[in-house]
């Protein structure tokens, strides 16, 4: 199983990502997004590329806030992938 993982994004529309990005992420089983799409038409448009595991990041919209999870664990073949945003600035978080 091929994976790509990839977060905060911080764009309005999918015609923001590199075009790279996208073409590398249209080869994957999976695609796991640990937070800030920043819009709802990001997410559906990463969904529109294939599966989407996801967690919602703290630039989220509120809208997203309540369609994700803050923190899920996901299976992949046999194994498990615990995945989390974070929230606030830098500052003050162990390194």
Request: charged share 30%; proline share 3%; net charge negative.
């Amino acid at each position: 199983m091929k994976i790509g993982v990839i977060s905060d994004t911080h764009v309005q529309t999918m015609e923001d990502i590199p075009w790279s990005i996208l073409n590398a992420l249209e080869d994957v089983d999976l695609i796991i997004h640990a937070g800030d799409f920043t819009e709802r038409a990001v997410f559906e448009g990463f969904r529109e590329l294939g599966e989407v595991k996801a967690v919602y990041g703290n630039m989220d919209s509120g809208e997203l806030k309540r369609m994700l999870p803050d923190k899920r664990i996901i299976d992949v073949e046999r194994r498990q992938v615990g995945l989390v945003h974070g929230s606030g600035g830098p500052w003050g978080m162990e390194e």
